[in-house]
């Protein structure tokens, strides 16, 4: 199952209906906290989501909005007993604040510290880039392998049925039958999460080919010159964003409190610059499903017109 949890949209001030930022990514077996800010424990339990689902918590920078939250939630996982390993990723340059965070949080759970200082993998298919803000501050990237989805007809016509069909695809061949002869590329999906930049290379680097693209979206379009003074993005800039990438959905997050409840206004400016994306304005406890895969690829498809196997 891969699925949003919004837990909280709000930027630098919470508002009555708007926690601090917080969301939690279910990915199949792991479960991505990202940037948990004040009251991320009490908004995970409106949202039915457990702490000890927790395996991995990615920080993009160090302000309070995008990790005051961290001490609730390690102690929180130690007090119901969380087992498993958790893996916690932050910008180097936040290695105080983070020691400090994790020095008043109850001991007592496997956590594992992993800074990073520039761009690339942090771990198994999660990646990070830099972002443009008034400290050190990265963006993440999931992307599943890509892989291939196997056309029953092709298969039965080869013969090949049962573990046959496993072997097939580790090995690439089986007898005189190729892997390619009897499934077509599937890419794998993508979800970016970015937040707290200004326009940069690393944010388009991130959108690019999204299935879920996660954007703070902190300014309206009217208001440039403080998302320009303050390093953020208006909801037009992540629009822009949603459109160079090609992404399939765009949810914005991390609103201004100036903007009250209504963000009708900002989802209209990114939808206006961001071509064919669906684009969401987040509120608290919303829940996003990672759209469904992406088509065939076009040319493969073209030469094949029957049944398939749903990945
Ligand atoms: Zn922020």
């Keep these: 199952m891969r699925e949003l949890v919004v837990l909280g949209t709000a930027s630098q001030v919470p508002t009555r209906t708007r926690n601090h930022n917080g969301y939690f990514l279910r990915w199949d077996g792991e479960g991505l906290l990202f940037d948990p800010g004040e009251g991320t424990q009490r908004q995970m339990i409106h949202a039915g989501v457990a702490a000890s689902q927790i395996t991995r918590i990615c920080l993009t ?11 609730g939630v390690l102690s929180r996982m130690a007090l119901d007993g969380a087992a498993h390993p958790v893996h916690l990723h932050y910008p180097a340059s936040g290695e105080q604040i983070v020691q400090a965070l994790v020095a008043v949080s109850s001991p007592g759970i496997d956590l594992r510290l992993h800074p990073h200082s520039g761009a690339g993998p942090v771990a ?24 291939r989805t196997f056309l029953p007809e092709r298969l039965r016509a080869a013969g090949i049925e049962g573990p046959d069909v496993g072997r097939l695809q580790r090995k690439g061949s089986l007898g005189a039958v190729a892997l390619e002869d009897v499934s077509i590329p ?77 963000m009708s206004l900002l989802a209209e400016q990114a ?21 469904p895969r992406r088509h065939l690829v076009r040319e493969t498809a073209d030469h094949y017109d029957g049944d398939r196997v749903k990945p």
């Design 124 to 147: 198994d298919g999660l990646e990070v880039r830099p972002l443009r803000h008034r400290i050190e501050t990265y963006g993440y990237l999931l992307t599943e392998p890509d892989g």
């Design 61 to 71: 920078h160090v302000h309070g909005d995008h990790c005051y939250g961290l001490p």
């Design 271 to 291: 939808q206006a610059r961001a071509a064919g994306t669906a684009v969401i304005a987040a509120h608290d406890l919303q829940r996003i499903a990672v759209p």
């Design 186 to 262: 599937r890419p794998g999906q993508r979800f970016a999460f970015i937040m707290d930049t200004a326009p940069c290379s690393g944010a388009e680097e991130l959108s690019d080919g999204t299935d879920l693209l996660v954007t703070e979206s902190t300014f309206s379009n009217d208001d440039g010159g403080l998302a320009q003074q303050y390093l953020h993005l208006t909801a037009g800039q992540a629009g822009d964003l949603a459109a160079s990438g090609k992404s399939r959905t765009l949810v914005l997050t991390h609103f201004s409190s100036r903007y009250g409840d209504d």
